[in-house]
């Protein structure tokens, strides 16, 4: 199956700041998600981008699917960014996303 | 819209009862559902598949008769862990897929079962 994976797996940043996080996956894909996961486990979609680029206010991602990659864009973070970050691709064969280690995001004030 | 509950939130239960988590999409109709367990500071872990009407499609190594799964409508799927022990305490999370959404999943909130 598709493997996933993403960096860095921790960030501490000061509230204000841009960060980049990254996912690679080994195979095509025709879906990928991004989610952020508060600290109460909520998953909450962030994302849904098999190619191209989105903008939703302070966040945007890219995925490159010839290049097997996809990057998740947090502009002027803030406190309540903080949580965990999955992507999850869907590869072109199976039913199901594989969910990436995930990036855990601590801002502070 | 796009909006999946899940019951309950959390449970405590002895070892050796049966316990069953309701994963409901709240505005639209799930041609299929997804049952997930997370582990402490892991990541989500694939469990089974299930599709309205047909059985569940169970990950390798995830005992069928220990978990089971039942897909009763386009908007309504339980997992019953039986017979609970100890080791099956965790985190678990449902969601729910809808064809009109580009096959997006959308996730229920979680249910945190510890078993004693």
């Known amino acids: 199956g598709i493997q996933v994976e993403q960096s860095p797996p921790d960030l501490i940043l000061q509230e204000g700041a841009n960060s980049t996080l990254r996912c690679n996956f080994s195979?095509?894909?025709?879906?990928l998600q991004w989610f952020h996961q508060n600290p109460w486990g909520q998953l909450i979609n962030l994302f849904y981008i098999p190619s191209g680029t989105k903008q939703n206010g302070r966040l945007s991602a890219t995925t490159v699917a010839t290049e097997r990659y996809s990057l998740l864009y947090i502009s002027s973070s803030q406190t309540t960014d903080s949580g965990v970050y999955f992507c999850a691709p869907r590869d072109n064969y199976g039913q199901n996303f594989v969910f990436g280690p995930g990036t855990r995001l601590s801002v502070l004030p | 819209g796009a909006v999946v509950s899940q019951h309950p939130s959390w449970v405590i239960c002895k070892s050796g009862t049966s316990v069953k988590i309701e994963c409901r999409s709240l505005?639209?109709?799930?041609?299929?559902m997804f049952w997930y367990r997370q582990f402490p500071k892991q990541s989500l872990m694939l469990m089974a598949t299930s599709n309205e009407g047909s059985k569940a499609t169970y990950e390798q190594g995830v005992e069928k008769d220990k978990f089971l799964i039942n897909h009763a409508s386009l908007t309504l799927s339980t997992l019953t862990v039986t017979s609970a022990h100890p080791e099956d305490s965790s985190f678990y999370i449902c969601s729910a897929e809808s064809g009109r959404t580009y096959n997006e999943q959308f996730f229920g909130p979680g249910t945190r079962l510890t078993v004693l």
């Open positions: 505005d639209f109709q799930a041609t299929t």
């Open positions: 195979d095509s894909v025709n879906n």
